[in-house]
């Protein structure tokens, strides 16, 4: 075996000690290295350039357009970069999952930075207090989230695992009450049943909070009945410290056996919000007329939001047995029949 040396100065290497034959194997020696070093660095450009072809983006900055694209959430890596390169986002195969909204005009590296971010194409909306199943309806469909026909199918008959609902008739008005009034986000493509329990999951979290199943039955009610009174507060008050004043008339009224003769709850069973009502209109045959009716109607007539519902449960202790909205939104509240008529008459000119 033949041990050779080498000393390395900035000249390069020099073999030591030296002969013809040395130097002959030296040059074989240094031939085959740089012969290596030139293929790895072709390689690696190559590679470079592979690389930013590839990771560029698909579309030229001027043609980009938006994509949507839909990832299930138990995809594989092949199957989400399928799934991408089919939909020209990327000119190679990538990871991830969920719902997105990108761009062709991003590169490979930008649309993975959308994905890590979190960039999911996600639809807000927004209840308010005092909607009706229908209204909440409107606005989801509307907003393009769901179909109307989908969305009270699920409101009148599907299978919902939430106690506070089990003993609620189906049909269109079983949820009225019950789809909590917040606002939401939702993915796009979240189907009507996802819609409605996550209002619901809400509702449930509220009820939890307040222990309010234990709070109607200290106000006398069961929880069906609390949610309609709470509903009927919503619609009726205007300014959320006469709320617990207007559920105590309520409660005054009912145990008087005095009919309720709430004009909400007209309007309700009108299905429309008339600026004024006329005495015909209070003769509309309906279970919630409740100029008709004894007592609460059979479920709530809109969504209560929380002020409504501790209101309900927490009504003011009082003699009023009437009220009347004054221009400004206030009520002037009466406890005889003879105060509630001078009102009227004061108030309503």
Known sequence: MKIFFFRFNKRGPRLLPGDGKFKKQFKRITGHYRYHTLLAAGIFFLAVFYCLAVLSPVAAQGSAHDIVVTIPSM????????????????????????????????????????????????????????????????????????????FYAVVAGEDLPYAFIQDVPEGDK?????????????????????????????????????????????????????????????????????????????????????????????????GVNKPELYYKDLEIDSPYNTYLIQGLPPGPIAMPGRTSLLAAVHPARTDYLYYVVKPDGAHAFATTLEEHEANIERYRQ
Do not use: W
């Open 174 to 270: 079983r949820l009225e009450g019950y789809l909590f009034p917040d606002t939401y986000q939702m993915m796009r493509g979240d189907s009507e049943g996802s819609v409605v329990n996550m209002m619901l999951k809400r509702f449930e979290i509220e009820m939890d909070d307040l222990d309010y199943p234990a709070q109607a039955e200290m106000a006398g009610v069961t929880l069906h009945q609390a949610v309609t009174i709470a509903s009927l507060v919503e619609r009726e008050a205007r300014i959320d410290e006469e709320r617990p004043v207007i559920a105590g008339v309520i409660y005054n009224r009912m145990d008087r056996s005095m009919p309720l003769q709430l004009c909400a709850t007209v309007q309700y069973a009108l």
């Open 75 to 150: 995809a594989t890596a092949g199957q989400v970069g399928k799934i991408l390169k089919e939909s020209d986002l990327v000119r190679s195969h990538l990871a991830f999952s969920l719902e997105y909204g990108l761009n062709n005009g991003l590169s490979t590296p930008q649309v993975l930075m959308e994905l890590v971010n979190g960039h999911v194409d996600v639809q807000s909306f927004t209840v308010p207090e005092g909607f009706t199943t229908a209204q909440v309806a409107d606005l989801l469909a509307a907003k393009g989230l769901i179909s109307k026909e989908k």
